[in-house]
């Protein structure tokens, strides 16, 4: 089963493509990730629809049975959150026109099912995906990073 991840934001829109196979649990690999970069220069609708064609763009190379996506739980910056949503709706529709069954988790949730604790720190998260994907290097970027964690989470949640 191959599990899009998605970390959704205006600025990055992180994405990790993971198979997983319910019958070896154990056995993750990553097949795709990177991020969709938009250029804060631009205006919202128009970063918005660079989001959209992107990701489409992904879904259609790739063909996901399913995505998980961030869901938005907790802002610190409040001048970002109605941007982030905005990308957020954007990123459903793309999954919706294309039917790609969808799930969402918070960040509490993510960190819960990877590492047992919902208030872990990011380093322990990274720790976790490296285990999990076998490997000792992970995807510069925090956002693909996270995406991926968001994969992972969701293939232990359909166990």
Same mark, same amino acid.
């Given at each position: ?28 690999? %990553?097949?795709?990730? @990177? ?5 804060? /220069?631009?205006?919202?609708? #128009?970063?918005? !629809?660079?989001? +959209? ?41 793309? %999954?919706?026109?294309? @039917? ?5 988790? /918070?960040?509490?949730?993510? #960190?819960?099912? !990877?590492?047992? +604790? ?42």
């Amino acid at each position: 089963m191959k599990i899009l991840g998605i970390d959704p934001g205006m600025a990055i829109v992180g994405y990790g493509l993971i198979d997983f196979q319910t019958e070896n649990a154990l056995k993750i690999e %990553l097949l795709a990730s @990177g991020s969709i970069q938009t250029d804060k /220069t631009l205006d919202d609708s #128009k970063r918005l !629809l660079e989001i +959209y064609n992107d990701l489409s763009k992904i879904v259609e190379e790739y063909q996901p049975d399913c995505a998980s996506v961030e869901n938005l739980f907790f802002f610190k910056n409040q001048k970002t959150v109605i941007p982030v949503a905005e990308a957020r709706g954007v990123i459903l529709t793309v %999954l919706e026109k294309y @039917g790609i069954p969808t799930y969402s988790y /918070t960040p509490m949730e993510v #960190k819960q099912v !990877l590492t047992g +604790y919902g208030r872990a720190e990011k380093k322990e998260v990274e720790q976790m995906v490296k285990i999990a994907l076998n490997t000792d290097t992970l995807p510069k970027l925090d956002d693909t990073v996270d995406s991926i964690a968001i994969a992972i989470c969701h293939s232990r949640n359909i166990l």
